[in-house]
């Protein structure tokens, strides 16, 4: 059975950092794509970056402030996020999606708040 549980979420000043995390059982990277996604007040959900093993592919908005990490060991996913800005604050969602069975799974989500 497949859980994601994100941590690491917070409340952060402008230029802060913060480091998510999205522990991963009964997922194994090789066949999965993961992701993160995050949703802020009044907008749609929308992907932060994902990760199919064979290439990393970040949102334009990102700008090179975050980066992902994967420990196939503890089957943890992290996101390390850099300069956060206040239009980062927005509930963030660990993703794992199934390739060839081409199922969607997600974790509960974790609150980010960048104050200014």
């Known amino acids: 059975q497949v859980q994601l549980v994100e941590s690491g979420g917070g409340l952060v000043q402008a230029g802060g950092s913060l480091r998510l995390s999205c522990a991963a059982s009964?997922?194994?990277?090789?066949?999965?794509?993961m992701g993160w996604y995050r949703q802020a007040p009044g907008k749609e959900r929308e992907l932060v970056v994902f990760?199919?093993?064979?290439?990393?592919v970040y949102a334009m908005f990102v700008e090179d402030r975050f980066t992902i990490s994967k420990d196939n060991a503890k089957n943890v996913f992290d996101l390390q996020m850099n300069s956060l800005k206040p239009g980062d604050t927005a509930v963030y969602y660990c993703?794992?999606?199934?390739?060839?069975?081409?199922?969607?799974?997600w974790g509960q989500g974790t609150q980010v708040t960048v104050s200014s």
């Open positions: 009964g997922v194994s990277f090789d066949s999965y794509t």
């Open positions: 990760d199919n093993g064979e290439r990393i």
């Open positions: 993703n794992a999606f199934h390739r060839l069975r081409n199922r969607d799974y």
